[in-house]
């Protein structure tokens, strides 16, 4: 009998109730662009972020005087100051502040992991803090890929596989599900060359027609940041060691 | 303005409702067992057969003396000659005999896609004949894997990998969605050594519990016929080109 805690990926947040109940930890990735766009906040120095599911929160919460963030469809939406482009969140003036985000799939997908036990935010610009964070913990973890629109997304099957591959080479975790096993197999095939690797991925396609290059290359860039962003109540913060 | 037909992969039956209507042909793929199972009975010279969704279905076609297939979970349901096993499906006795069969999966799948205009039977059995019947078409082409109990299973994405790919490689199709770019590049990887490719997936993991390595084997052996079941009515026959 096998006790070691397990590591799965679910690809996307509609198969979520299929693999949720043997989840003590869920990572929730939506690496272009909601996920890598967080925890570039928290590496410059935002205080706290607040997920939301809708527009029509994200209104209620700038009409309180909050810094908010609203993506639809890769574009910032119609009067809101910040999208979900990781550049946004680089200046000075968040610095200490309360961020509130609203994406068209990373903040659904939290979203669906309201009930788990414990959430985590996961992008390949934090790869290796995460990784550590979940190898200490020794708990069953679930990697859910955000996607896009509810299908399969190849970017975040790719980070999930890579965090997949760091907890199992530590030789205390497993994986049962095939979901975790091709996830591993597309991470090993592409890790060389992500940007080449995801050239014909349809989310590639669809942010590259928008001018937005140069957030796809830094969100492909693996460990550019040691955050790791945890939920707390309903909003998240930095996890400190 | 690329007006190539599409041929994307739906990873399992309860993402289907996201994909179908893309689709004008529906291919359900069940390598281990029931769409292997299905084409070797067509190969050994059974005139129909009548994929039926549940236990109930089967038994009263069985007492209305028909030949009945009935598996769940890998097993043959108590009270059935038949499984499915494609072994069980090449007797002479069943020459000319119309076959009705319920399966954990596969039959699920090919009930999923009902209201598909067309509905093909794939397999790793039947790859070159139907990647061909659908080259022929040149219609939009949606592989449909049958996965385990909803979730994703490697053996049928492969099998829609390989299919995808012989359709891309005439230059007379397209593929759009992510989860076609990932079956596609999980065939490559797997198409030298598919027994060795899944050797810890879960369903090879499962059957192999229960003896069925020489199944694994046979099912997994490209293009032992030539067969294309396609739907007709609410049964299955053998197409005729």
Known sequence: MDNRPTVEVCFTPNLYPLHMDDADVVVVIDVLRATS???????NGVDKVI???????????K???YLVAAERKGQVVDGFQFGNSPYSYMGKELKGKTLVITTTNGTKAFHTARKAKE???????NLD???NFLIKKKKNVLL???????????????CAGA??????????????QDS??????LYLSAKENYLGYLKSSSHRRRLKKLNLNEDIKYCLTPNQTDVVPIRKGNYLVNYKA
Request: proline content about 2%.
């Open 37 to 43: 766009a967080i925890c570039t906040a928290f590496a």
């Open 51 to 61: 997920p939301v599911s809708t527009v029509e929160e994200a209104i209620e919460y």
């Open 63 to 65: 009409q309180k005087g």
């Open 119 to 125: 959430v985590v935010i996961g992008s390949l610009i």
């Open 129 to 131: 803090a995460v990784s």
């Open 144 to 158: 859910l890929a955000s996607g896009w629109q509810n299908k399969f997304c190849l970017e975040d099957t790719i």
């Open 163 to 176: 965090i997949a591959e760091q907890l199992i080479n530590t030789g205390d975790f497993r994986s049962v």
């Open 180 to 185: 975790s096993i091709a996830a591993k197999y």
